[in-house]
């Protein structure tokens, strides 16, 4: 969990309804048909001196604002979504239960903190891109929820760099290059002629709007989530696809709002990134190393074929690690191809044990299986001699009844 405060400690305060309505109207919130309220949530009922925002109003980013002291939450993701159980008990009764314990507000945008032409995830996502927005993904929008921009013509790796340096994860790439062969051995191939200057951006979770960027001659479509389906859709349409994660596409909006209200009001307000990052797993980490190897082995290859058509002479420059120009050599294509190997015999070995750990799972389930029947074996013998047990003892008391009445 990281936090950024933007102001000093301050003796100000405002009422909820008052730091609201600022932020609808900066926001133009009441222009957007969303899924949940835009504005106030919750009335935590007392005067705002200190604030924390953040993307998500989970039970963590309350219990930091309680240790925060502060008296409101302004979040990007709320509550009160349509379509959930209205009755608020479970999870939705424990967080609103410690807000309103608390006397903590929290005001929520959705929307219209996606949009907002000049603090909205977009526009802070296309800022740290070094993308420039050019217009809406869909033109007739007055408040565009998804946007074009453009950007200094690079390639996927170029871009996939810039994002891991800009969000702090490696984002998950659909290539529009893949070729499926009739052994079934599916290839992704690098083709370094492609570049990418025209990218669609729709932060979060609207995977779908893909098609709608491929429509609008985009060269690369960047959001928050993937689905099953959206692999096929970037490969048949012709389209990278970056999936940045949900979460970290959304900091910058929030972010940026926390910073003009605290410049409106003279408020201290802190911003709480609960973190929610990718799944650590080695093999994809291993995966995409290989990837990167197979681009690298690619280019090599087509470098050597140029040497050995000029007898060898060494007019292929590199650079190596140390910054250092010189001529590419066959060492140069050796050495890459051993660590390809190293990094594949690394793979197999990571997968042959998951597949023992699979196989010790699946025996251990058959031996449960089998105390299972011998149990139910053990359940139904006794049931029997329970039920012998029980005539007996019945035909006990009937001959001792008729006993005594003779």
């Known amino acids: 969990m990281s936090q950024n405060t933007t102001t000093e400690p301050s003796t100000n305060s405002i009422s909820a309804e008052s730091l609201t309505q600022f932020c609808d109207e900066y926001l133009s919130a009441s222009a957007f048909k969303d899924y949940a309220p ?19 109003a989970c039970e963590a980013l309350i219990d930091a604002a309680i240790a925060d002291n502060a008296d409101a939450i302004v979040v990007h993701h709320g509550y009160f979504w349509k379509g959930e159980p209205a009755p608020i008990t479970g999870l939705k009764g424990r967080r609103i ?67 891991t340096q800009a969000l702090g994860r490696t984002p998950l790439h659909i290539s529009s290059n893949y070729e499926h062969h009739s052994d079934n051995n599916a290839k992704t191939t690098a083709n370094s002629e492609r570049v990418i200057k ?67 009001y003279g408020l201290p307000v802190t911003f709480v990134d609960i973190k929610n990052p990718p799944i650590e797993n080695k093999d994809s980490e291993l995966l995409e190393k290989n990837r990167l190897l197979e681009s690298k082995v690619s280019l090599l290859e087509s470098k050597n074929k140029e040497l050995q058509a000029n007898n060898g002479v060494g007019n292929i420059i590199m650079e190596d690690k140390s910054g250092n120009k010189r001529s590419l050599t066959n060492e140069d294509l050796i050495s890459v191809l051993k660590e390809k190997d190293e990094n594949i015999a690394s793979l197999n070995g990571g997968m042959a044990q998951a597949h023992q750990h699979i196989n010790r799972i699946s025996n251990e389930n058959e031996l449960f299986k089998e105390k299972i029947s011998i149990l139910e074996h053990i359940k139904g013998k006794l049931e029997r001699e329970n039920t012998i047990l029980n005539n007996k003892s019945i035909n006990k008391v009937k001959e001792t009844i008729e006993l005594s009445i003779n």
């Open 97 to 163: 239960r410690k807000l309103m314990q608390h006397g903590i507000s929290m005001i929520g945008y959705h929307l219209p903190l996606d949009a907002h032409p000049v603090i909205g995830n977009n526009a802070k996502l296309a800022d740290v891109l070094d993308m420039t927005i050019t217009g809406a993904l869909y033109p007739n929008e007055t408040h565009p929820v998804g946007n074009i921009a453009t950007c200094t013509p690079q390639s996927a790796d170029s871009l996939i760099a810039k994002i």
């Open 38 to 56: 835009n504005g106030l949530q919750v009335d935590g009922g007392r005067p705002i001196q200190r604030i924390v925002t953040g993307v998500t």
């Open 198 to 264: 025209r990218v669609g951006i729709c932060t979060g979770g609207a995977q779908d709007m893909i098609e709608q960027a491929a429509i609008m001659g985009c060269d690369a479509y960047i959001s928050g989530e993937i689905s099953e389906r959206t692999t096929h859709i970037a490969r048949e349409l012709g389209i990278d696809y970056f999936a940045c994660g949900h979460h970290a596409t959304e900091r910058g909006g929030i972010q940026a709002l926390g910073e003009i209200v605290a410049q409106e």
